[in-house]
């Protein structure tokens, strides 16, 4: 739960030099030097932070200043202490956790509402006290009430955890923030307050410059505009007056944020914003209707907005090498027409599971992420041709047997990876050409069918998937035998015990009375 020296260079820094603030020394009676705090062992991994603090310090000389060092205390103290709370409650939610403890939370109380109107609108009986119904209503709605925030408690305490994890992500940046003021106020001098100048006088130019392009391109209606590689740092507003654009190619600049003016392209197929600084993506990219292509790779995204889901049109979508950690949930219920989705290089741990909704897709790249597997559902993508699951590393063990399914796939890449054996079911991919089973730890199938080439292994495992159908046809005629063989013998008893209870009935009713038919025939 430390702060990431890449992302946050001089909080981490700050906290790793004062004791009070980072981690424990290990023995308590050892006397810590702030100028020169103790190192941690090579075999350590987080020995590398180490080393981020050198080369912060050779960047960055006057962090070394303890009193500058002690200035930057107060803007850390707050960190310190949300950090030490995160680190007891442990990791934070999946994004599709979070997203399905709030449906549960709405589901819960529009249940609630109607329990309320139906207490409401109950009718009192003509033998009771209008005072004592009262009271008996107010009983049964505290009683619904209750059970209510009894069921809520769990879908809260999710909701709580994730708000808390990202205030204090909240708290990093802020802190972050503030330390580089505090650092460059102590380092400027009067000779340095005018060297900014410049830049922004180089800004205001490309930025008119950029305008001027705008306004051309609004005046003569054009449907395609590149300004790409202009090391533009933003965009102005004027964008979202081109109502004519069909393609937008802003990639390979310096630009952090997209406005919310790009709604106004109503008629945008294809955008291209990769290659930039890209934190986060406005909303409003949801109004774009029509955009078939979107390309947003090599940015520092953290997470797409929900309302991407919106552009039902996309039918690629390249959001790789960035930060992500989660993709929307409902991103597969919304892009059903998506052919080919690029997330790799990222850091994703699980794939939603309307994933498995996108009917249409044909390529699905997720390789460098952090895979702990794929939905089960996942052979419902039966139009699937390409898929790419290598270097997970560690994260991805196995593969669900419904892979088995995407009877269509044509090249499969899973190396580098932890599998140890594929699913029994996967012989029956019977358009598998290319497979790359390369640095598994396989024992299903042997390395030795492996190396003889893709269909050797598809032989391999359609063999042993015909032995496991056979197996279970043979436990199952044993189980109908022996239900057949238990139900002639219930029958024979159930006979038995009729048979043997009228005869004794015969044999002890009066001599008078009059012989049964049937007994007699059985005798």
Known sequence: MDPNPKSHPILSYVMARLPSLGPKPATSDSEIDIEQPPLKPPSDPSSSSSQTRAQIEDDMPHLADQRLLASMTWAVSDVAQTRSVLQTLGPRPDHETVDKARAKLSDIEATLGKQLEEIVRSPRPPDVDRLQWRAHLAERENECRRSAEKEKQDYKAVLQLDEMHEAYERLLKEAEERLVKIYDSAEASPEDAGTDEAPMVAREEINEDVVGILQEATGQGLERIDLSGRRLRFLPEAFGRIRSLLVLDISSNQLEVIPDS?????????????????????????????????????????????????????????????????????????????????????????????????????????????????????????????????????????????????????????????????????????????????????????????????????????????????????MSMLEMQEQGQTGWLTRSTSWLKSYVSNVSEYLTSPRGSPRDPYLDQQL
């Open 262 to 474: 790009i709604a106004g392209l109503e008629n945008l197929e294809e955008f291209n914003a990769s290659s930039n600084l890209l934190e986060s993506f406005p909303d409003s990219i949801g109004l774009l209707q029509k955009l078939k292509i979107l390309n947003v790779s090599g940015n520092k995204l953290a997470a797409l907005p929900d309302s991407i889901c919106h552009c039902r049109s996309l039918v690629e979508l390249d959001v790789s090498f960035n930060s992500l950690t989660y993709l929307p949930t409902n991103i597969g219920y919304e892009l059903v027409n998506l052919q080919k989705l690029s997330m790799q290089l990222n850091k994703i741990r699980y794939l939603p599971t309307s994933v498995c909704e996108m009917k249409s897709l044909r390529c699905l790249d997720a390789h460098f992420n952090e895979l702990h597997g794929l939905p089960h559902a996942i052979g419902r993508l039966t139009n699937i041709e390409i898929l790419n699951l290598s270097s997970n590393f560690s994260d991805l063990k196995e593969l669900p047997d419904t892979i088995g399914d995407l009877t269509n796939l044509r090249e499969l890449d899973l190396s580098n990876n932890q599998i140890h054996a594929l699913p029994d079911t996967f012989g029956r991919l019977d358009n598998l050409t290319k497979l790359n089973m390369d640095q598994n730890p396989l024992v299903i199938p042997p390395v030795e069918v492996v190396n003889e080439g893709v269909e050797a292994v598809k032989l391999f495992m359609a063999k042993r998937w015909l032995e496991v159908l056979a197996e279970e046809e043979r």
